[in-house]
């Protein structure tokens, strides 16, 4: 049992620590950049085409990034998870996550599979199961897939109304245990087709909006003739006021002249007025003028005796004269 041990110690106050490394710059954001896109075909650099790799919990909680090994094409942490472009692996109680960061407000359509790796060495592997989560809600459970010798594959189909800056995040769980979880996910994200028909169906609202401005002017006239004819009233001219408009300027200039206003009274007065002597009219009928006259061409014929009548036409007008007196 013989040996040998050797020791030194030394003052360290006034070493430095090790400088710790720092984190992968993220890229800057592309203007350009649309909600067409796929895993495979962006897969590198953190941030590149809205994507961003690393591990999370098992409910898509605390996303975490993973650093990128550029040499080998994968984001790992310590073995697991481990993430490549047609490889994936969780691990160490992570999921391993694939992040998308959303372009643009629309409609999006995301669609692709996931692979579960044939297992024929492990018997108490359990599997794997993905989720698709939308700002940290989850909108798919693919199920688990569980230890088969053959590969087994299951694919997905999903349309989300998104707008910028939504956050999708694809999570690969490892179940009770990392046995043997090897994988492989394919997405591919694009512009949805119903996009067009919202695009139409927003044509027709506009379309439709524009009939009804077209069909309101006309409702407007209506009301402005209908408040002229109310204008005439000095009882409504409050009201006609509030609803008159400059455009119907034109339209007091008509209904100012008053004293149009101020005559009707006077023609309704002199109509009393003519009531009022008419009154008396029947007392005349009453009159025995025409009796008289009638008596008189009576008397006519008395006058057969030669009388001139000449003479008789002063006597009556005496009694006329009378008459008017009476």
Do not use: H
């Not at 001219?237 to 119907?248: C, V």
């Amino acid at each position: 049992d013989g040996g040998r041990l050797a020791v030194t110690i030394s003052d360290a106050s006034g070493t430095e620590p090790d400088p710790e490394p720092e984190p992968d710059p993220e890229p800057e954001p592309d203007p350009d950049r649309t909600n067409n896109t796929s895993l495979a075909g962006s897969f590198g650099e953190q941030g590149n085409d809205g994507w961003n790799y690393g591990m999370c919990e098992w409910d898509g909680a605390g996303f975490e990034t993973l650093t990128y090994d550029a040499d080998n094409n994968r984001y790992y942490n310590s073995g697991k998870p481990e993430l490549k472009a047609d490889f994936v692996e969780p691990g160490n109680g992570k999921n391993a996550a694939y992040q998308w960061t959303v372009a643009q407000d629309g409609t999006i359509n995301v669609k692709g599979e996931y692979t579960k790796f044939a297992n024929s060495e492990d018997g108490n592997a359990d599997g794997t199961c993905v989720r698709i989560f939308v700002n940290g809600a989850e909108k798919k459970w693919l199920g688990t897939i569980g230890n088969f010798a053959d590969e087994q594959t299951v694919t997905f189909d999903e349309t989300y109304e998104v707008s910028k800056g939504d956050v999708i995040l694809f999570a690969v769980n490892p179940e009770s245990n990392d046995s043997y979880d090897g994988g492989r996910l394919s997405v591919t994200i694009s512009e949805s087709d119903s996009k067009a028909g919202s695009d139409t169906a927003s044509n027709s609202k506009a379309k439709t909006a524009k009939k009804k401005k077209k069909e309101e002017p006309a409702e407007e006239d209506v009301i402005t003739e209908e408040t002229s004819e109310e204008e005439k009233d000095p009882e409504i001219e409050p009201e006609t006021e509030e609803t008159a408009d400059e455009e119907a300027e034109p339209e007091k200039d008509e209904t100012q002249e008053e004293p149009s206003e101020t005559v009707m009274p006077e023609t309704t007065e002199p109509e009393s007025t003519e009531i009022v002597e008419t009154e008396p009219e029947p007392e005349t009928e009453f009159v025995p003028e025409e009796a008289v006259v009638e008596e008189a061409p009576a008397e006519e014929p008395v006058q057969e005796s030669g009388s001139e009548e000449p003479e008789q036409y002063p006597e009556a007008e005496p009694e006329e004269k009378t008459e008017q007196e009476g």
